[in-house]
């Protein structure tokens, strides 16, 4: 069971997303004219998500690498920086939960009057992810500067600015006669959202990983940031 888990979380996932993904945008396209903006959010974070992994796990990949560095226990050093908190298991809960959940958000969007508090939603996680990228870049280039680092890139940082922040961008210009009940629904959207894909389900799990035996749910290599690792600057 835990090797077929191993092996959905390495590429199967990702092809899943992807044709989620293009679902999405079909239905987003042939719907444009009569979807609200609530429920045209919550296809966007399935469109987008795809991309934004693929750039995170693939091209270039790595993010799983700094990501593990700034939240991974000081004591562990560099010996789980591969697995540990972030893994190939975990993070594929997150960003499956990233896109299905908005997508299960878009119906009460669409049929329930709740447009607008889906709308404020997507906007917070939106900018929550390109601020949370230049932060990481930011910390990136600081910390490999001396290897060679040039700029505040990080993985994801490019579709998070290509995609989440235009897409951002676009529901506040559709927001109109907002009510203080919007913004206290649209926060509690995003608190279940982040609480749902992150803590609930990475607290539990990420030491359960490290049980594991060889390189299970471990990614294989630094990947981005691997031309900027020694012994002594992991």
């Known amino acids: 069971m835990v090797k077929k888990l191993d092996q959905w979380c390495d590429n199967i996932w990702l092809v899943c997303l992807g044709i989620l993904g293009v679902i999405a945008a079909i239905l987003l396209v042939l719907n444009w004219n009569n979807w609200t903006p609530g429920a045209k959010g919550g296809a966007f974070l399935a469109v987008i998500m795809p991309l934004h992994v693929l750039e995170e796990w693939k091209c270039p990949g790595g993010l799983h690498y700094i990501y593990n560095i700034i939240f991974g226990p000081k004591k ?63 910390y990136s280039l600081k910390r490999y500067r001396k290897a060679g680092k040039r700029f505040i890139y990080c993985p994801g940082f490019f579709t998070a600015y290509v995609l989440f922040l235009p897409a951002g961008i676009y529901l506040c210009s559709r927001l109109s006669n907002v009510t203080v009940a919007d913004v206290i629904g649209g926060l509690v959207a995003m608190a279940v959202l982040g609480i749902v894909c992150v803590p609930l389900q990475e607290t539990p799990l990420k030491k359960w990983v490290l049980k594991q035996e060889g390189d299970t749910f471990a990614f294989a290599n630094p990947k981005y940031y691997a031309k900027f690792v020694d012994d002594d600057n992991y």
């Open 76 to 138: 562990f050093g560099n010996k789980y920086l591969d697995r540990y908190p972030m893994s190939r298991f975990t993070d594929m809960i997150t960003n499956i939960g990233l896109a299905v959940i908005p997508l299960i958000y878009a119906v009460p969007a669409q049929l329930a009057g709740m447009s607008d508090m889906i709308a404020i939603c997507i906007i917070i996680l939106s900018f929550g992810e390109v601020l949370a990228h230049t932060v990481v870049g930011c």
